[in-house]
């Protein structure tokens, strides 16, 4: 380095191959503060889950389990925690790991989803709500994936359908996605891209969601002919008029169920 005194001040010349040294070097020591990170955050998750699993097993109920799994009619593995009992672990997982970026948000759910037993991925479920700043567009292919699990059942899709996504459809435009999962040959990504809609009120887009009602109102699944009642039942509320005119039009062409489902309200209401 050589310092030489100009016009009372002081100049500072670096030779170029000193100021490649220095670029080097800090660019390693960025390296390895972000590795150092990076096993941080992984150690984090796995500490969170061992936690979490200890906590789920210590509370485990092994006839509530065999009655929640007639319930759901599945055989995946379940420890027999209902709601009021998982709000305790829920606590001891928030309590127990830092999301802090888009990142460890994901990494947390897979890391939650991918366990066995059912109460593990509905943590994942809770863990994803429970940090609203980062459920965003880039964790759509996310949920997605999740909704397209093989063992898939209400329980699972209606949560990520209606909380997940649809918070994000809310603020970013999915109608390119919503037309083409609504053809999907997946039954439920169907019932995801109808219920997507679910909880926007005013903000609803009325005639997507109408669309899509008759674009699987011939349908035989029962989980699809739901969503279509159940998405019209809560529009009632907002639009009478237009779900009156949509059922009477359509009457011939709805499911019972869908018709029942979605003039519930209206029938309470004397309108129909």
Do not use: D
């Given at each position: 380095?050589?310092?030489?005194?100009?016009?009372?001040?002081?100049?500072?010349?670096?030779?170029?191959?000193?100021?490649?040294?220095?670029?080097?070097?800090?660019?390693?020591?960025?390296?390895?503060?972000?590795?150092?990170?990076?096993?941080?955050?992984r150690r984090m998750i796995k500490n969170m889950v061992r936690i979490v699993q200890a906590e789920l097993r210590d509370k485990q109920d092994v006839e509530k389990a065999a009655y929640m799994q007639r319930y759901l009619k599945t055989d995946m593995p379940m420890y027999g925690l209902q709601k009021p009992a998982r709000s305790q672990v829920e606590r001891l997982m928030h309590n127990n790991v830092v999301v802090d970026s888009v990142e460890m948000y994901q990494a947390c759910i897979e890391s939650l989803w991918g366990l066995p037993h059912r109460e593990e991925k509905y943590l994942a479920i809770d863990l994803a709500l429970k940090h609203q700043r980062y459920i965003g567009i880039e964790s759509v292919s996310l949920f997605e994936s999740m909704i397209r699990e093989e063992y898939m059942w209400w329980d699972f899709c209606d949560p990520i359908s209606v909380n997940l996504i649809g918070r994000v459809a809310l603020e970013h435009n999915l109608e390119p996605k919503l037309h083409q999962w609504i053809s999907d040959e997946n039954m439920w990504i169907r019932r995801m891209a109808i219920l997507t809609q679910l909880k926007h009120k005013s903000m609803i887009n009325a005639e997507l969601m109408f669309d899509f009602c008759r674009q699987r109102m011939h349908e035989k699944e029962f989980f699809v002919r739901k969503a279509i009642g159940w998405v019209l039942r809560e529009h009632s509320k907002m639009d009478p008029d237009a779900v009156i005119e949509f059922l009477t039009r359509e009457k011939s062409k709805l499911s019972g169920l869908s018709y029942h489902e979605g003039s519930k309200v209206l029938v309470r209401q004397g309108k129909m």
């Open positions: 380095v050589i310092i030489s005194n100009y016009r009372r001040g002081i100049t500072l010349m670096t030779p170029p191959f000193l100021v490649a040294l220095l670029l080097l070097i800090a660019l390693h020591f960025s390296h390895s503060l972000q590795n150092q990170s990076s096993m941080v955050n």
